[in-house]
């Protein structure tokens, strides 16, 4: 399944990144499981999307659950719980 990331405000600032297209594994189907799938990406990746660490997510601009089930070329964003205006 291919999905687009969307990263904002300090989430983005940390990755030096606002968007990529990535093909995800067939275990993951999630948006709970695209969480944990960053987190192997490496040290960066999981400093920022840490569970300690408290992140919004939002998929096709709606805010979710950790547990939705996601669609091959759906979007999944992720910020912090306040961003600026």
Do not use: H
Not at 20 to 35: C, F, H, I
Not at 59 to 72: F, H, K
């Amino acid at each position: 399944m291919k999905i687009q990331l969307r990263f904002f405000a300090s989430v983005r600032e940390q990755l030096n990144c606002s968007a990529e297209l990535v093909e995800l594994p067939k275990s993951v189907q999630t948006a709970y499981e695209v969480r944990e799938f960053l987190i192997g990406r490496g040290e960066l990746w999981a400093g920022v999307f840490a569970s300690n660490r408290s992140i919004r997510m939002a998929y096709n601009q709606q805010m979710l659950s950790a547990d939705v089930q996601l669609q091959d070329g759906g979007e999944l964003a992720f910020f912090p719980p306040v961003t600026g205006g």
